[in-house]
């Protein structure tokens, strides 16, 4: 069963169109990488899916509930981490959590549960101006988990992270599914993608190429070695 679906959904920036009958299908549960190249249309997508830019009636749904006629219900429900996340500095992680909390009041006893989950409980009074990329990618993540939604979407979550900041990124990822969050993530990582995914969609000029289980891509292109070189081998056919 899918948590989020979009039915035929297109946008327009003026007269250049961005996206193109677009129907994703996440299935509950799922890791779902979304991948394409720069401009292809994915953030414009994300956008679509949170509101932030108009979304057109009919096109997105929620738990099979329509995004504009119930957005406050299915925005409570979504957490999100857009690229870079924003964070009150000289502040520390606890704090952080604290002042979102007088948003969400979801009480101390679920920021410590979020803190212990991205592994920050011996950090969380450090100043956030001294935590390294990872730190701050991770405390994002507890600040977009701290209400407790169903789904999580993570726009470049890998971007600026050393090699063990990529790899607990990834754990963390795998622990919140296992928990039984819906992940629907964008990245130029392929590799990772390829480690954490179970479910891929594939845009290139505002359309959808491929969408499914990644072992199906794989299996439908045997002669490719990894996912990179599926995905290359798709979009440089369509061009």
Avoid: W
Wanted: with cysteine; net charge neutral; glycine share 8%.
């Amino acid at each position: 069963m899918n948590l989020l679906e979009t039915i035929n959904l297109n946008f327009n920036y003026g007269k250049q169109q961005v996206l193109n009958n677009i129907c994703l299908k996440i299935p509950r549960g799922s890791i779902y990488g979304y991948l394409g190249k720069n401009g292809a249309g994915k953030s414009t997508t994300i956008k679509l899916l949170l509101g932030l830019e108009k979304t057109p009636i009919g096109t997105v749904y929620f738990d099979n509930k329509e995004f504009n006629a119930n957005r406050q219900s299915i925005l409570f429900n979504t957490g999100c981490l857009i690229e870079t996340p924003s964070f009150y500095e000289n502040l520390s992680a606890h704090e952080n959590l604290k002042y979102l909390n007088i948003l969400y009041k979801c009480g101390e006893q679920r920021i410590q549960y979020v803190l212990e989950i991205v592994r920050l409980t011996k950090d969380q009074n450090k100043k956030v101006k001294y935590f390294s990329t990872g730190m701050k990618q991770r405390l994002g993540i507890a600040m977009a988990m701290l209400h407790n939604p169903k789904l999580l979407i993570l726009d470049e979550p890998l971007n600026g992270l050393d090699p063990e900041g990529v790899y607990e990124m990834r754990e963390l990822m795998i622990e919140l599914q296992n928990e039984g969050k819906t992940i629907f993530l964008s990245s130029h990582i392929l590799s990772e993608v390829e480690k954490i995914c179970t479910h891929i969609g594939i845009l290139n000029d505002g359309k959808l190429l491929f969408q499914g289980e990644i072992d199906s891509l794989l299996s439908d292109h045997a002669q490719e070695s990894n996912l990179e070189s599926a995905f290359l081998n798709l979009t440089t056919k369509i061009q």
